[in-house]
């Protein structure tokens, strides 16, 4: 893996979490996680607080900006990623509006930790704020379920998927529907070529989901894709980096 061209080249990884982890010990601490994206050449990531996903959002917010902040002279460059916890709700406006004046353009959900389905009516209107600050909303789930439940909201919206549930993205691209799929579960042969043809050029971004997942894995899937090497570069950090910016708005 030491010799992979992939890992010369820029990578923003969108898909990593740090913190505390709860259900059991993972190597989730701000460094631990820093070591190992390094390890696999992975500079650059968009890291939300385990905090604020299973404990108080806000704060996990605020955690995840001051490692931002500390990483600045660090080998690995964190861009803070925040979260807003359905089951609390409230204020979450103001925090959505808050974490966007601190520069923050990704919006993480977890209705896989915490318990709540798509049809959670603060789903929407979660959606509909982070539109409104031109942010990106970050969710893992079926695309079909993902999409009916966001209706006509503008959202950037990145989906992290299986890569059994493909076909459904690839249906929904088919539709006119505009999303973009993160790379971390995207395992099975072919997915990332079948994605790319069918989504357009800048319908991935690379996520290893570290720690719960090593990142190892996503990089040899790139490697081994038949992307050009323009589009690969897309999908390891131009599609990302416009993103960070505000970017894509409405795709």
Known sequence: ???????????????VIAGFWPKGRLPIAPDEVSAAL????????????ARGIFFDHAAGNREALSWAEKS?????????????DLRRFLGYKEE?????????????????YQGWDFDHPGFRRVAAVVAEENGTLFVKGKPGKILAALGSCDVSLLIGTH?????EALALWEEGRKFRLSTTLLHGPGSIDIAREHGGEDSLVFGS????SAPGASVAVLEAASLSEDAKEKVLSRTMSALLQGGYHGR
């Open 1 to 15: 893996m030491n010799g992979s061209p992939i890992m010369k080249r820029k990578i923003i990884d969108c898909d």
């Open 38 to 49: 390094l390890s696999h050449g992975i500079r650059e990531a968009c890291v939300v607080s």
């Open 72 to 84: 600045r002279t660090s080998s690995v460059k964190f861009h803070p990623t925040a979260t807003i």
């Open 96 to 112: 959505i509006r808050e974490m966007s004046r601190s520069g923050i353009r990704i919006f993480r959900l977890f209705p896989e």
């Open 163 to 167: 890569f059994y549930d493909l076909a």
């Open 209 to 212: 989901g570290t720690p719960i």
